[in-house]
């Protein structure tokens, strides 16, 4: 199982960016699929999830409202929309496969299946 996520930058508060991960080598034997990211010296963070079976979105309250998590399965592609950016979203996002419950606690990084390199989101006049 390989992801590659992209489509980080530089933008300014209030502005919009959309990542996207590609999944490579999968199966579809994964409980869900979707975001956490680390910011400077902070802990990581789970960010947003969609289950495999019905497409059931989560998300962290920390972005409930501005970001939205989709995914396109004849390109294998999930998409994390990020609206209204703030400073405090700056940070490496990394896309990965899980259980829910193990991507938004982010308790525990060896209870993740597998995740990929980051991009990195930077949030900043």
């Known amino acids: 199982v390989q992801l590659q996520a992209s489509g980080g930058g530089l933008v300014q508060p209030g502005g919009s960016l959309r990542l996207s991960c590609a999944a490579s080598g999968f199966t579809l034997d994964y409980d869900a699929i979707g975001w956490f990211r680390r910011g400077p010296g902070k802990e990581r963070e789970g960010v947003s999830c969609i289950s495999s079976s019905d497409g059931s979105t989560y998300y962290a309250d920390s972005v409930k409202g501005r970001f939205t998590i989709s995914r396109d399965n004849a390109k294998n592609t999930v998409y994390l929309q990020m609206n209204s950016l703030k400073p405090e979203d700056t940070a490496v996002y990394y896309c990965?496969?899980?259980?829910?419950?193990?991507?938004?606690?982010?308790?525990?990084?060896?209870?993740?299946?597998?995740w990929g390199q980051g991009t990195l989101v930077t949030v900043s006049s």
């Open positions: 990965a496969t899980g259980t829910r419950t193990a991507l938004l606690s982010m308790d525990d990084l060896n209870a993740l299946d597998a």
